[in-house]
């Protein structure tokens, strides 16, 4: 079934360790965004990209950077882990003016 | 900037209830409006669409009709079931230009729903 499919679907980290979360699409949509969802704070933006090559900072960018190297996939990295960047993590793809499709979500435990 | 302003819950209603949950925007022009839903362990999903204004988006027994003059969105169902307990977000609207697309969505609605 063709959609948005992200991996790892759980890790868990210790603290300083880094890993990179790959969010893949094969419906040629433009736009895609990560996201966090934590307990009581809703899903955050975290960064997002416009098209091929191009990203941008969402409401909590810090800790983490993004590549779009590829139209269908947009990459998430954490440099050095810490435990306050426990969370599910949801990335998400749309054509403009179309409604978003999310992934299963990638959740993240770090100790 | 476009925004949403969603009511928030937690809400809990007994089977067969009616439902609302209040959704109000501002945007410029008229972008399509849309919620999701989020069940749990899993992540969201489009529930409902609506266009244009007094577009009337419809999807399992759940409503909203996009009101220009009021700006609002509001979700309603008539008759509840323990099934759709789940998390309810109204997106925020998106168009052209680049700070539209930082929008978030916020904390949506819980909706638990007992037999």
């Known amino acids: 079934n063709a959609g948005v499919t992200q991996t790892p679907k759980f890790r868990v980290l210790k603290t300083g360790q880094s890993m990179t979360l790959l969010c893949a699409q094969d419906m040629n949509h433009e736009y895609m965004y990560w996201y966090r969802q934590d307990p009581g704070m809703g899903l955050r933006l975290i960064h997002y990209?416009?098209?091929?090559?191009?990203?941008a900072k969402g409401e909590v960018p810090d800790g983490y950077n993004v590549s779009r190297l590829k139209k269908q996939n947009f990459l998430l990295g954490l440099e050095s882990a810490a435990p306050s960047q426990t969370s599910v993590y949801f990335c998400a793809t749309h054509r403009a003016g179309q409604p978003q499709h999310f992934g299963d979500g990638t959740r993240l435990s770090i100790l | 900037g476009n925004s949403v302003t969603q009511m928030e819950g937690p809400v809990t209603l007994s089977e067969e209830a009616f439902l609302t949950i209040n959704c109000t925007y501002t945007?410029?022009?008229?972008?399509?409006l849309f919620w999701y839903v989020q069940y749990p362990g899993e992540g969201l999903q489009l529930l409902l669409k609506?266009?244009?204004?007094?577009d009337k988006g419809s999807n399992k027994g759940f409503e909203a009709t996009y009101r220009k003059e009021t700006t609002s969105f509001h979700l309603e169902k008539g008759s509840v079931q323990v099934s759709d307990s789940a998390v309810y977000f109204c997106a925020p609207p998106r168009g052209s230009g680049g700070s539209n697309y930082k929008l978030t969505f916020g904390k949506g609605t819980l909706l638990t729903v007992n037999p």
């Open positions: 945007a410029t022009g008229y972008p399509s």
């Open positions: 609506a266009t244009k204004a007094d």
């Open positions: 990209s416009v098209g091929e090559g191009t990203t």
